[in-house]
């Protein structure tokens, strides 16, 4: 079992940046990758960000190039670096791990963000 806790969300306005935190219970040599979602209102969840603790990374277009996900492994914690926020970024923002042999998927609670003026 491996606890996600998520914080670093609130709101800021257009143009401006928030950086996400997410630590693991866990070391994260012992994940798989680490993936950022998040749900707006009256909208399905949707994958942000990858990053593979081996090695690599892969973002949504529409965040591409303004988003950064990285990982501290001393303190078992993956950021998403947002800049350039815009109002559509609004959303509830999960962490999630997921582990290999065996397959598991572990999810964080949630932070929300939200781009207003």
């Known amino acids: 079992q491996v606890q996600l806790v998520e914080s670093g969300g609130g709101l800021v306005q257009p143009g401006g940046s928030l950086r996400l935190s997410c630590v693991a219970s866990?070391?994260?040599?012992?994940?798989?990758?680490m993936r950022w979602y998040r749900q707006a209102p009256g909208k399905q969840r949707e994958l942000v960000a990858t990053i593979f603790i081996g090695g690599g990374t892969i973002y949504r277009d529409s965040v591409e190039g303004r988003f950064t996900v990285s990982t501290d492994s001393a303190k078992n914690t993956v950021y998403l670096e947002m800049n350039s926020l815009q109002r559509e970024d609004t959303a509830v923002y999960y962490c999630?791990?997921?582990?290999?042999?065996?397959?598991?998927?572990?999810w964080g609670q949630g932070t929300q963000v939200t781009v207003s003026s």
């Open positions: 999630s791990a997921h582990m290999t042999n065996p397959t598991a998927d572990y």
């Open positions: 866990t070391s994260i040599f012992n994940i798989h990758s």
